[in-house]
């Protein structure tokens, strides 16, 4: 064995001594191994190497740089799965295991321990973090895995505060202790409510959400990092995949990056190798099928970020051609795309990439030179090697393989270049490409051809300008090429594979070129080396030094020979210069990057500013960059203060008042206008809508209505269609092929050819996938030209956004992606409608496919439609031997289950059935029992907790003639429900009209009642009832089948507990038009009357500004409330009055901007209103102490009216409300659930009743049925409420009572006669799950209603899986899958802009912007559009 280095001093010199005269080649050694190997690496300063056969799970250990190998015996053969070596301590390791063993060494692997943890390894991230400066600490033990703690269930991702060595809090208590994690939300476990918390105790009593932007937290933490002296975080909204960077450099004060006007997309930037004063970030500008970017550095806080270089070459995965010159401040090289125009504009075009190099910290690039030629290199995404591509710590030596000419060529076509002067100069090394390597602090350079088999391995001992050639005993391809990570030693590792097929042998080879020469270097044999120079050959200056190395002569002949020690820098101070300066806190670079201006008012020092004409000396807006060492004397002074204005540090304040801004169109109306709206994680300030008007005209404006501007001024636009995941997105479709899209919210418009014109039969024309933000279907019309016979839809399918298409199916319905996360397999299923051997005159199937229709699969026959909702899938179709129709639902797309309706619960197949909402643990479902037209109504059956039974909620609900019910529920606030009845419902079975009365139910459909009247008028009058009994006094409001717009809703799921409506109080519901305007503060307990008439209404800044107008009557005013509608305020916005047909503002309801929708006498008119000035100050939230005095929020609990206590739902829910006082403003969205205070007992209003009304199900049906059955239960009459949490007390579905079934007498007793503890576990353990389920769902829960959309593949972030149920349905006339509250397409294009041809814009898909109000928990089909789920006839069936 090789005796190492530092244990017998005395031995090596005398060695060294008597050496051998020199040898002309290197030693090899070789090892043959019988599968692949991986994660090879050295314990630093050591020639001990560990190395992977993942597939015999065994770790293998050399201890002299690979010349001989041992399995480790402690680790058991095929238990290893990972190596995971410790940063920053060379003596720890870690082995993860397979399964739950796993083993560490603290001494290089000389003996390794074992322990044992909960679960297994991840594979979706390190499953190893260590502690920069303690070794014992590794996520999670504090003692090196004496013992091993669980941090916390919930943690998807944990690291130190201290994971690398630069980084630091400032305070050494949490260096060594401080752990940051992201976690699932409070009670949700979507991405988009991730939250960063950090702890100094493990997370055992101290848990802080750092404040990340306004003072509050972030969510949808989705991902973290540590650089050098900073951590970095990126956040991403619901509804974009725009991501916003923050940044911290001690773990407590963040910052958002900012990024100028590049946007930082999701899995579309790299955070690249950077330095202690600064981050490099790549961010990807074009598509991601042919990728580039921008690089961009930080200041030293990382939160102003510089571009550097544009269309930087990067691919799909990430990664990009950037890479520092290691050991060297300021040397970066990057691959550029010149030709980026044409790249840009086509998916198809090739890259022409060049290599450019810079000396200066990416300030200027210049190209690499061979003379007079450019060189280029392949770079990181063609690395061919493990580590660094074009460096090692050996001083100024660079390698590459590429060539010159006018732009890059395939690596093969290479050729070995080198460079020992840092990259200012180059030449060709080596005929063909070679992997590469360097040892001796670059005395001794290994290369060999990696492009084909070979037995030449070459090397060169004067810096690559002569090279010699040793042959190995066979030829190989070489894999991997290693040696010592600082490049210090004589010894390399060759692993390559030798023969082919069943013959494939691996193999590891190591050099030895210790021999080579006699004698040992001396000083003469050395040079100072310049690391940097500038254009005149002098060493240039960065961070206010040069840096300089002493390095071997290329020609001397001798080595180094100091292995382990690292080549050492000389800095010498440079006088301050411009490039020494950075701009101050809270400035910016101005447009032509010369000074510094500031973000905001400038802070002024205490004392100072007593008069507004005084000054002040202040920041000149530069600072000195931290850690730069330039001297001051004799230098530029650019941080010394100024004299500033103190009119300018002050902020002017809040005008007080509201404005308002009018805009005419030449137009008659508007036929349809959409919200693209900003997300938390988008940058920028706009508030962006797009509209069309009859004229097919579209505008669109960034400042909510202030200015419009034409979209596409010389084309007509027929419909407008936003993506429905993507809230940047939206695409404007012509009568012709042609299609414009933008992908930045209107910013920027592009177009792309349609494979055909649109469809003609009102089907949805573009369908898009939920993840993949570029795949689209598209469906056309083929051969319908003229009124042509043979007419039909054609569905195509583009994976690149438009730029090329593949045609789907002909004769189809409809298309849809039917991708979710969690359903595997199914990035490319795509479920269709099409007709029966393409014949229209057939019936419908559901046919499916993965492979874009290359194979097809038929799921389920004679289907009348099928729709998408959270993560199931509702298919409707005809049951011909039953006469009827039925619903299956399916969850991973291949398998599909049969709903079951409630026992002896008949509807003739001709009624109709509508889907209302599943967001509270269960669906409602409304069965209509009378399909008279001015005649309908029915009943709402409401579903279990799992969707598959169904109890009667509440009877003779109305609806009309197209579907739609009156049945809304409260948004934000679980389980309020309001509802119209037809009270006189006999009556109208006979013909009569309808008498209609609202209730209300506070516990999920289980109880419902009338609604209190108030007290009083809004004159302060008694109201004229009969008397004050509730059945005849109480108040009712109009629903959705009187509303113009199904989209005004009477909530905003911002403004928890405030409801709005148009109604009045009597016995039963009055015209619409004598209805006066109502509010309730309380979820429904109490209302009040605000106005008399009807008023429009809508939500700004998460209730705190509510905006009415009137409706029907010329107006120019509007009233507004500040204190949640107890008092009101007049402002008019117009001298002329205008008629005004909406009110409406970002679907968040988080805007002080409102818009107005109307006409004057001379066309369409929008009028802009703005509240903004009315305060300035942000409100101030304390989560960690909601009731403090200084807090503007209190905690609201919401109750049942029956009860005594804010119990509802077996638990006391806590919500932030704004205190009516605060005069300031909400700004950012408010996670307005803020915990679950406690659960409580069981009473009556935890539990529903199975079927009132109707008879019970025969219980001994089960007995009938399945002949092996031995007992049936008596029914309770009573179950759960699958919201409710309560735990004990009333239990009254627990009293249940079993009898055997006929014959089975013998065999229940048998059953029935167990032992005590077997009566324990069936009596204690249902219990007990029952109540941990019911525990899991209130813990997991996010507190916020879901959505169903028809014609999506996946519902909002919002539906938990617990909470959507599948349940649909299916109907003769009508079946409309959830109806209310958003809109799909625009309800109220009128049938005569139809009858123009106005027959594209038919969608069955519920846009996030109908333009929508984004508040609903489910949607509404527009019934003009075609697409009823169930839609069918007697004569089909």
């Given at each position: ?9 005395a031995v090596?010199c005398?060695?060294g ?5 020199k ?10 191994f ?11 300063d ?7 056969d993942?597939s015999?799970g065994?770790?293998?250990r050399?201890?002299?740089?690979g010349?001989t190998w ?5 680790i ?8 995971w070596?410790h940063?920053y301590?060379?003596?720890?390791a870690?082995v993860v295991?397979i ?15 074992k322990f044992?943890?909960r679960?297994?390894p991840?594979?979706a991230?390190q499953?190893?973090?260590f502690h920069?400066?303690d070794a014992d600490?590794v ?10 703690e669980l941090?916390r269930?919930?943690?998807l ?9 630069p980084f ?8 060594e202790?401080q752990?940051l994690c992201v976690?699932?939300?409070?009670y ?10 950090t702890s100094d ?5 101290v848990?802080v959400e750092?404040?990340?932007a ?15 002296g900073f951590?970095?975080?990126?956040a991403?909204s619901?509804?974009?995949?725009e991501?916003a960077?923050?940044?911290t450099?001690d ?7 900012e990024?100028g006007?590049h946007k930082?997309e999701?899995?579309g ?15 990807m ?7 580039m ?6 200041n030293s806080n990382?939160?102003?970020?510089t ?9 799909p995965?990430?990664?990009?051609d950037f890479?520092?010159?290691?050991g060297?401040?300021?040397i970066?090289?990057?691959n ?5 125009e044409?790249?840009?504009k086509?998916w198809?075009a090739?890259?022409k ?5 810079s000396f200066d910290?990416?300030?200027?690039f ?5 003379g007079?030629k450019d ?7 063609d690395?061919h090697?493990?580590g660094k ?5 050996a ?9 010159t000419?006018?732009?890059?060529k395939?690596?093969k076509?290479?050729d070995l270049?080198?460079s020992d002067?840092?990259?200012v100069t180059?030449?060709k090394?080596?005929?063909e490409?070679?992997m590469?390597?360097f ?7 290994v290369?060999i051809n990696?492009?084909?088999?070979t ?6 001992i004067?810096h690559?300008?002569?090279w010699?050639?040793?042959?190995l ?5 070489a894999q991997m090429l290693?040696?010592v ?13 030798r ?8 193999h ?15 000083e003469s044999?050395f ?5 940097r120079i500038?254009a ?8 206010g030094h ?6 071997r002569?290329?020609?001397a ?9 690292d080549?050492?820098?000389?800095f ?7 490039q020494?300066?950075e701009c101050?806190?809270?400035?910016v670079?101005?447009?032509?990057r010369?000074e510094c ?6 802070q002024?020092p ?8 005084d000054t ?7 600072r ?10 004799g230098?530029?002074?650019k941080?010394?203060?100024v004299?500033r204005?103190?009119k ?6 809040a005008?007080?008042r509201i404005t ?8 008659g109306?508007?036929k349809?206008?959409y919200?693209?709206?900003r ?16 004229r097919?005209?579209t ?6 209505g202030?200015t419009?501007?034409?979209?596409v001024p010389?084309d007509?636009i ?6 429905m ?8 479709v ?6 414009y899209?933008?992908?930045?919210r209107?910013?920027?418009i592009?177009s792309?050819t349609?494979?055909?014109?649109p469809n ?7 369908s ?10 598209w469906?056309?019309?083929k ?7 043979d ?9 690149k956004?438009g730029?090329?298409w593949?045609?789907l ?10 991708s979710?996360?969690g359903r595997?397999d ?15 005159s ?11 229709f290359?194979h097809k699969?038929?799921r389920?026959?004679?289907?009348i439609s ?13 049951d ?18 049969n ?7 008949r ?5 109709a059935?509508?889907v209302?909402?599943?967001s509270t ?6 069965v ?5 037209p ?10 279990n907790?799992?969707?598959?039974s ?6 003779d609900?109305?609806r ?7 049945f ?10 309001v509802?119209?009845i037809?009270?006189?419902a006999?009556d ?11 209730m209300?139910?506070h516990?999920d459909?289980?109880e419902w009642?009338y609604?209190k ?9 008694d109201?004229?009832?009969s008397?004050?009994i509730l059945?005849k ?5 109009h ?14 799921p911002?403004?928890v507990g405030?409801?709005?409506?148009v ?7 009055g015209?619409?038009?004598e209805?006066?305007t109502?509010?309730t ?9 605000v106005?008399?008439?009807t ?14 107008v ?6 120019n005013i ?8 107890q008092?009101?305020?007049?402002y008019r916005f117009?001298?002329e009055?205008?008629?005004i ?8 309801d988080?805007?002080?901007n409102?818009l107005?929708?109307?006409k004057n006498?001379?066309?369409?008119v ?8 009315l ?13 403090a005095?200084?807090s503007d929020y209190y905690?609201?609990?919401?109750k049942?009216p ?5 119990c ?12 009516v006082e605060?005069k300031?403003?909400?700004g950012?969205?408010?996670q307005r659930?803020h915990?679950?205070a406690k659960n ?8 529903e009743?199975l079927v009132?009304?109707l008879?019970?199900?025969d219980?001994m049906?089960i ?7 031995v007992?049936y239960?008596?029914?309770?009459g ?5 919201l409710?949490t309560?735990q004990?007390?009333?239990e009254m579905?627990?009293?249940?009572t079993?009898?055997p079934?006929p014959?089975?007498e013998?065999?229940?007793q048998?059953?029935k006669?167990?032992s ?6 069936a009596?204690?353990v ?9 525990y899991?769902?209130?813990k997991n829960w ?8 028809l014609?999506?593949?996946m519902g909002?972030?919002g539906?938990s899986?617990?909470i959507?149920y ?5 109907s003769g ?8 509250p ?7 294009r ?8 106005s027959?594209?814009a038919?969608r ?5 912007s109908?333009f929508?109000?984004g508040r ?7 019934p003009?559009?075609g697409?009823?789920?169930g ?7």
């Open positions: 064995m090789r005796v190492r280095l530092g244990i017998l001093p090596l005398l060695l001594l008597s050496s051998a005269a040898k002309d080649k290197p030693e090899v050694s070789s090892t043959k019988d599968n692949i190997l991986s994660n090879l690496f050295y314990f630093d050591t020639e001990t190497v560990l190395l992977l993942q015999a065994v770790v293998h050399s201890v002299n740089s010349e041992e399995a480790v015996p402690e058991p053969e095929g238990e290893a799965f990972q190596t070596k940063p301590n060379n003596s720890v870690v295991g399964n739950k063993k796993h083993w560490i060494t603290k001494d290089q692997g000389d003996t390794w321990k044992v943890t679960a297994g991840t594979l991230r499953p190893i973090v920069a400066r600490k996520y999670y033990t504090t003692d090196g895995f004496q013992t091993v941090l269930e919930d943690a991702n944990c690291m130190w505060a201290q994971s690398q060595e630091t809090t400032g305070d050494a208590k949490l260096d202790n752990i976690v699932e939300g409070k949700s476990m979507w991405q988009k409510d991730y939250r960063l918390v105790d493990y997370f055992k009593r848990e750092p404040e990340m306004d003072g509050r937290s972030v969510p949808g933490v989705a991902q973290m990092a540590a650089v050098k951590i970095v975080a990126a991403k619901e509804g974009t995949d991501m960077l923050y940044v450099d773990s407590i004060t963040w910052h958002r990056a990024f006007e930082v999701e899995d930037y790299t955070v690249l190798e950077s330095t202690n004063y600064s981050i490099q970030v790549d961010v500008t074009t598509k991601r099928s042919n990728p970017g921008v690089l961009f550095t930080s990382g939160t102003y970020f571009k550097n270089n544009e269309h930087t070459n990067r691919n995965m990430g990664f990009v890479e520092k010159v290691q060297i401040q300021g970066v090289m990057v550029t795309v010149d030709n980026w044409e790249v840009d086509s198809f090739d890259k990439v060049t290599t450019s190099i910290d990416g300030r200027t210049q190209p690499l030179k061979v007079e060189l280029h290199l392949h770079s990181v995404t690395a090697n493990s591509v074009f460096s090692s710590p001083p100024g030596i660079v390698m590459g393989v590429g060539n000419g006018e732009y890059l395939e690596y076509a290479g270049y080198v002067d840092a990259g180059w030449t090394a080596l005929d490409a070679n590469y390597e040892g001796d602090q670059g005395a001794v350079l290369a990696n492009e084909e088999a037995d030449k391995v070459r090397y060169s004067n690559g300008k002569d010699e050639t040793f042959k005993e066979d030829k190989v391809r290693t040696t990570p600082d490049s210090t030693s004589l010894k390399f590792i060759l692993l390559a594979t023969g082919a097929g069943s013959k494939l042998e691996h590891v080879y190591s050099f030895n070129f210790e021999g080579l020469h006699e004698r040992k270097c001396k044999d040079e100072k080396w310049s690391a500038n005149d050959g002098k060493p240039s200056c960065l961070m040069t840096q300089s190395y002493r390095r002569k290329a020609d002949d001798c080595f180094v020979g100091e292995e382990f020690r080549p050492e820098p000389l010498e101070n440079c006088v301050c210069a411009d020494d300066f101050d806190y809270n400035f670079r101005s447009e032509d010369k201006v500031p973000v905001g008012p400038v002024p205490e004392g100072a500013c007593t008069n507004i004409a002040f000396m202040g920041t000149s807006g530069w000195l960059i931290p850690g730069n060492t330039c001297t001051r004397k230098g530029v002074k941080d010394e203060p004299e204005s103190c300018d540090s002050i902020k002017p304040p005008s007080g308002s801004e009018v805009t005419p169109f030449h137009a109306s508007f349809e206008y919200y693209l709206e997300t938390e994680s988008s940058r920028g300030e706009d508030e962006t809508v797009i509209m069309r008007t009859d097919r005209e505008y669109i404006t960034d400042d909510h202030k419009w501007r034409p979209v010389d007509e027929v419909a407008i269609y936003p993506h995941y993507f809230n940047d997105v939206v695409y404007l012509t009568s012709s092929k042609k299609v899209y933008s992908m930045d209107g910013k920027t592009h792309f349609a494979p055909e014109a003609q039969d009102r089907l949805q024309i573009l898009f996938h939920p993840a993949e933000k570029d795949w689209l279907i469906t056309g019309g051969d319908c030209s003229g009124f042509g016979k007419c039909h839809s054609v569905a195509h399918v583009s994976t956004g730029g090329d593949k045609i199916l002909p004769f189809v319905r409809k298309c849809q992606f039917i979710r996360e595997k199914s990035e490319q299923l795509i479920y269709c409608e099409q007709y029966l051997n393409e014949d229209p057939n019936s419908l199937q559901l046919v499916a496919s993965d492979d874009w290359e699969d038929v389920i026959e004679n289907v099928f729709a998408t909702m959270s993560e199931f899938i509702v298919v409707a179709s005809r011909d031997k039953e006469q009827t129709l039925r619903v299956d639902t399916s969850i991973d797309g291949t398998n599909f289950a709903a079951q309706f409630p026992a002896n619960f509807v003739p197949h001709q009624q059935y509508t209302l909402d599943s643990h269960s669906v409602f479902l409304h209509t029992v009378n399909a008279k001015e005649q309908e109504y029915g009943t709402i059956i409401k579903s907790s799992n969707g598959t169904y109890v009667l909620s509440v009877s609900v109305n009309d003639t197209p579907g739609y019910v009156d809304e529920k409260m948004q934000g606030l679980e389980g309020v429900s509802v119209n037809v009270a006189n006999r109208a079975d006979g013909g009569a009209s309808k008498k209609l009365k609202t209300i139910t516990n459909g289980a009642s609604m009247a108030p007290p009083e008028d809004a004159d302060g009058k109201y004229r009832c008397d004050r059945e006094c109480s108040l009712h409001l629903g959705y089948t009187e509303r113009k717009d199904p989209r005004d809703t009477f909530s905003s911002s403004a405030l409801m709005m409506g109604g009045n109080v009597g016995e039963f519901l015209p619409y038009k209805g006066d109502f509010i503060r309380d979820g429904g307990v109490t209302w009040r009357e106005m008399k008439g008023y429009m209404w809508e939500y700004g800044d998460q209730g705190s500004v509510i905006v009415i009137q409706e029907e009557t010329p107006t509007v009233y507004y409330t500040l204190d949640e509608g008092t009101w305020t007049e117009s001298d009055k205008l008629q047909h909406d009110i409406t503002t970002v679907p968040s988080t805007s002080r409102f107005l929708w109307g006498s001379k066309g369409a929008t009028v802009n209103l703005d509240f903004t000035g305060t300035d100050r942000p409100c101030h939230l304390n989560e960690e102490n909601p009731n005095e200084d905690l609201w609990e919401p049942h029956l009860q005594d206590s804010n509802l739902f077996g638990h006391v829910a806590q919500y932030h409300r704004k205190k605060s300031c403003f909400n950012r969205t408010i659930l915990n679950i409580c007992t069981c009473t009556r209003q935890d539990f009743w009132p009304g008879d019970p199900a219980p049906a007995c009938k049925k399945d002949p092996l059955a007992e239960y008596e029914p309770t009573y179950r759960r409420i699958p409710t309560c004990g007390g009333k579905d627990y009293t249940s079993s009898h079934c014959g089975r013998e065999e229940y048998k059953k006669g167990i005590g503890i077997g009566l324990f576990f009596i204690v249902p219990f007990c799950a029952a109540a941990g389920v019911g899991w769902v209130w996010d507190g916020k209603f879901g959505r169903i959309r014609g999506e593949t909002s972030a539906e899986p617990w959507t599948p349940v649909a349905a299916v006339l009508v079946a409309i899958l959830a109806a209310i958003l809109l799909v397409a625009s309800l109220w009128s049938v005569t802009s139809r009858a123009r041809g027959s594209y038919g069955t898909y519920t846009s996030r109908s929508t109000r609903g928990d489910y949607a509404v089909v527009d003009d559009e697409e009823l789920l839609e069918d006839s007697d004569e089909e069936v």
